[in-house]
């Protein structure tokens, strides 16, 4: 099998440091490993992804020396692929229709029963108001859809696990498993209203569909990895081997964020600086 690393921006943005730590982490790893490298637009969110950015990231990362094989997946071109995952899920009665709001599961979460809302990798933890009593039949919905953790768990009895070469927050490294995943995550989206996808879903089914073995991403991303490897049995994918790294962060600590224009990576081309000085700047 082919060493295969991937970058998968949103073009909702124009790219920082952050990210060019990232792209070239991740094609570093397949230069050394006679590999390939990757370039994927997370262009879900179409009210969001501009053209314009998609083209500037092009732009970017040649300056940057990065190179990558034609043509570069958007993931606005293979709704067909995420729903038909959805569909064997909604086969499978793992997955549920959801009506809340934000503001519903804010309530939810503050009625006096229920404890202080708890924070995973995919936001609040869905308190389980529309957790179905029993499966529901007929076709799949076209609104929300969130997985039934404590059900889809049950699949997998003998535990789940990835392997990390890089680290986790908490410092986790090498074989990691993965524990109490309704308490640490609950019943994620997979599937938004208005979008037809999630993040979860749609990145899982592309890095089993292009062949990705290994992916580097930012520690921020190290608790997403759980639902990830889930999908990826649940659904039959191989799970690929994980390398978590360093955030990059301005003066005051803070992680880089898009809105940090200031750290743009043409801002800085244009400034006169060399893809060299940025390499020197994020330390690779
Ligand atoms: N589009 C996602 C991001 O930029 C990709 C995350 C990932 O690499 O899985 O955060």
């Not at 952050?18 to 230069?31: E, F, I, K, Q, R």
């Not at 370039?39 to 190179?67: A, P, T, V």
């Not at 995550?185 to 599937?191: K, Q």
């Not at 639902?227 to 992680?255: E, N, S, W």
Request: glycine share 8%; aromatic share 8%; charged share 25%.
């Amino acid at each position: 099998m082919t060493f295969s690393t991937r970058f998968a921006p949103s073009p909702t943005g124009p790219l920082h440091l952050g990210h060019a730590y990232s792209a070239l982490t991740a094609y570093n790893m397949a230069l050394e490993n006679n590999g390939v490298f990757h370039l994927r637009m997370d262009d879900l969110d179409q009210s969001r992804s501009r053209r314009h950015w998609e083209n500037q990231i092009f732009e970017d990362l040649s300056w940057l020396g990065i190179k990558w094989p034609e043509p570069v997946w958007r993931q606005s071109e293979r709704m067909a692929k995420y729903r038909s995952a959805l569909q064997t899920l909604w086969n499978r009665g793992l997955i549920y229709p959801c009506h809340c709001s934000r503001a519903d599961i804010i309530n939810a979460i503050n009625a006096p029963q229920e404890q202080d809302p708890q924070i995973g990798p995919d936001g609040m933890i869905y308190p389980g108001t529309c957790r179905p009593q029993k499966p529901l039949k007929g076709p799949l919905p076209n609104i929300s859809l969130r997985i039934d953790m404590r059900k889809a768990l049950k699949c997998h009895s003998r535990g789940l696990y990835f392997t990390e070469t890089g680290m986790g927050p908490n410092g986790k490294t090498g074989l990691v498993k993965i524990r109490n995943m309704v308490e640490n995550a609950g019943d994620v989206a997979l599937a938004r209203a208005q979008i037809g996808a999630s993040y979860h879903l749609s990145i899982v089914i592309d890095d089993a569909e292009q062949g990705i073995t290994h992916i580097a991403r930012g520690r921020d991303l190290f608790e997403a990895t759980q639902i990830h490897v889930l999908l990826q049995r649940l659904l039959d994918l191989p799970t690929p081997v994980y390398h978590h790294h360093k955030l990059i962060r301005d003066k005051t600590g803070r992680r880089l964020a898009k809105r940090d224009d200031a750290r743009a990576i043409s801002k800085y081309r244009e400034e006169g600086k060399t893809p060299q000085d940025i390499r020197c700047m994020i330390g690779l």
